[in-house]
């Protein structure tokens, strides 16, 4: 893993349609809008955010995690509109000792049902994989959350399986997640 790719110099990512860069803080009002909406996060482990101000704080809380190299937030954007924010997908838990890091992401309620989460998962899948080197990367999802379950698939994620009542997750108690991976070998390029 070359964490250094990630972690050096924040990654700006594109494909012709989306672009993935840092969120700032003049991207305020796009990121409450995400995090005001409690239906955005029905099968988040995170609290939806009804305080324009702790969504701010939040935005600083990015960079803090980003410097610490644990956490990379990447605001989705349209290549003709590059300040409309869109969504946010992140990677985390970069596992060095198995070369394995973990995603997320969440759309403004607007923008589902579009594509983009599977072109922004497609994007960061090339980026993970063909320039910091990641042989796995996984996601980790509610049962009841089809919708991201058909992104991952769509990009050649695998079910694994169930883990029963295994996590506690803000504002839902201990949840069962299914866990979603892609290996280096089994991704597809083109």
């Known amino acids: 893993m070359i964490v250094e790719a990630v972690f050096v110099q924040f990654p700006i ?5 989306l672009l993935l860069k840092k969120i700032e803080d003049h991207h305020l009002d796009e990121v409450f809008e995400i995090y005001n909406n409690d239906t955005v996060f029905e099968y988040c482990g995170i609290i939806p955010k009804h305080n324009k101000d702790t969504v701010k704080n939040m935005i600083g809380h990015f960079e803090r995690d980003y410097n610490k190299q644990s956490r990379v937030k990447w605001g989705i954007f349209v290549v003709a509109e590059p300040e409309r924010l869109l969504g946010i997908i992140e990677a ?4 060095q000792k198995v070369n394995a890091v973990t995603i997320g992401y969440f759309l403004s309620e607007a923008q589902w049902g579009k594509g983009i989460a599977t072109e922004a998962l497609k994007i960061l899948l090339q980026f ?9 990367i996984q996601a980790e999802v509610m049962p009841a959350n089809e919708n991201s379950k058909k992104v991952l698939l769509k ?7 169930t883990l029963r009542q295994s996590a506690l997750w803000a504002g839902k108690g201990i949840v069962d997640l299914e866990i979603y991976s892609i290996l280096e070998e089994d991704y597809v390029r083109g």
Request: zero cysteines; hydrophobic letters at 40%; proline letters at 0%.
């Open 128 to 136: 993970l994989f063909d320039d910091v080197n990641v042989n796995r």
């Open 92 to 95: 985390m838990d970069f596992n």
């Open 13 to 17: 990512l594109q494909s012709n349609v």
């Open 155 to 161: 990009n050649g994620f695998i079910k694994e399986g």
